[in-house]
């Protein structure tokens, strides 16, 4: 696959490029492969969840909204401690966390809190040309107050694979159609798990990239299309109401039943490299 598309803002893709290929190889979008390399999925021109609806305001407060320096809003996240936010690894860019926000253009001040990133830490073996281990952890500046719209989502206890069939949900800012612009609510989606092998498979992403062990491929059932897609990008992947992954790519268009999307997982080797980074850096 000459261009992996990352689920992130066209705009913020072209922005982070560069920065992208020399710190961490991100995914880029469509373009060059400079861009692949890079990216993030969420923004301002990104795409939000596909064949999905709104849920109702405040009803996942652990849904974080990632920001650049310049306030552009690009990707997504999971506040999975007061602290600590997980997301991807290609949206590097991150300069501040919105937490509490349902409507992208209302101020909701009695819900929002602004925060900036102190450290981030990709994972150490993230690698943008086989996409696998696409996860980065987000120290914010101080903690985070507990209300009603902003609760962490705790950690589960990992397990090595989810089966193919397993229901799970995907939520985001991102397009809700293909061409769109980001969503100004919070969307979610149901998708299923799809067999590792069937995604490697010659009908669907014929092992360009590899789907791993270390990803998980959930897509559509039946006539639904429903999708992550650009601006979905580092939103969480909850299965059976338990964060299993981290959104990831997907094929070129969102919605597309052979191409659906791929999401970081959250094994046992990950988890614990998510308990170690925050213990090492309270």
């Excluded at 696959?1 to 922005?15: A, V």
């Excluded at 190889?25 to 999925?41: D, N, P, S």
């Excluded at 979610?188 to 009908?203: E, G, M």
Aim: hydrophobic share 35%.
């Amino acid at each position: 696959m000459d261009h992996i598309p990352f689920r992130g803002n066209k705009y913020q893709s072209e922005q982070a490029g560069k920065i992208h290929y020399t710190n961490m190889k991100g995914k880029g979008h469509l373009f060059t492969h400079l861009l692949v390399l890079l990216l993030c999925l969420i923004t301002g021109e990104g795409a939000e969840i596909i064949d999905g609806n709104e849920v109702p305001p405040h009803s996942l407060p652990f849904m974080a909204l990632l920001q650049d320096s310049k306030g552009t809003q690009f990707c997504g996240g999971t506040l999975i401690d007061l602290q600590w936010v997980l997301t991807a690894a290609h949206c590097n860019i991150v300069s501040s966390v919105l937490l509490g926000v349902h409507t992208r253009s209302k101020s909701e001040m009695e819900y929002r809190q602004l925060q900036k990133v102190k450290h981030s830490v990709l994972h150490p073996f993230y690698d943008p040309d086989t996409l696998d281990n696409d996860l980065m952890l987000l120290k914010l500046d101080r903690k985070a107050k507990k209300t009603k719209a902003v609760r962490p989502h705790t950690l589960p206890p990992p397990v090595q694979d989810v089966p193919a069939g397993t229901g799970c949900v995907v939520a985001g800012w991102g397009a809700t159609k293909n061409g769109g612009g980001m969503s100004d609510v919070l969307m979610s989606a149901n998708v299923t798990v799809i067999d590792r092998a069937l995604c490697n498979s010659k009908d669907y992403y014929n092992l360009h990239p590899i789907i791993t062990n270390e990803m998980l491929c959930a897509g559509s059932k039946d006539k639904s299309h429903a999708d992550t897609c650009y601006g979905d990008s580092g939103g969480p992947l909850l299965c059976e109401g338990k964060l299993r992954g981290v959104t990831s790519f997907g094929g070129e268009d969102c919605g597309v039943k052979d191409k659906p999307g791929v999401y970081a997982a959250l094994t046992k080797e990950q988890t614990q490299w998510i308990r170690k980074t925050i213990e090492s850096l309270l």
